[in-house]
């Protein structure tokens, strides 16, 4: 019986701000590394013995990962990073405080940008390297996307386009590994499990519209040999 194991990261120095994140390279916090340790003791706990690992491009997912993976004593494990698993781009407000986004624009819009299934935020004009929040400068679109299509670099997304961005990974890559009886570990974003927990839970659009997901949170999934869910528990720090 296969394992899928899914994790957010823990609070990123942004999360902690309340600034929209997305595509933006934010380390984790202090709290966000004391969640992810926590979140490995858990783990540990629970003797699940990983094969791979699956985490973004971000600093913050790849953070946790290697917290994770240092404190369940799996640091030797491979581990593939894919922009396919980064969280959703949140066009131009990302660098955006989220009540003054509010303020300029209203709580009913706002919420239909963060919350609404297939609405995109305002999207970006162009694709940029950096970006400059409060006189500090944050890598955006360099040279970790080099090998990735042009065409399919995102200037904002809805959860629907996140969906489509993250499920190829589940198809090419990990239903394979744990259909060969892997368990496999995912470290990623609130959006980009979202993506994941709509497809292999079957949930609607507007349950996946309103699921939460806490910073260090894990979904652990039991799978069969037709990679039908067995068994779901949630660890919450």
Known sequence: MAKLVLVR????????LNLFNGWVDTPL??????EIQDTALSLKDAQIHFDYAYTSMLTRA???TNLLLQGINAEYIPVTKSWRLNERHY???QGMNKLEAVNQWGEKQVKAWRRSY???PPLDSEYQQVIEVEGQEYPLFDQRYADVKFGD????ESLMMTVDRVLPLWFNEISDRLSKNQNILIVAHGNSIRAFRKYLEKLDDSSISEL???NGEAVVYDFDNMLSIVDKRIIRN
């Open 212 to 214: 939460e997901i806490k």
């Open 118 to 120: 297939d609405v995109q």
């Open 9 to 16: 990261h823990g609070e990123s120095t942004w999360n902690a």
């Open 91 to 93: 066009g131009s407000l």
């Open 153 to 156: 670099l995102p200037l904002g």
């Open 29 to 34: 916090s202090d709290r966000g590394r004391l």
């Open 62 to 64: 790849i953070e946790s």
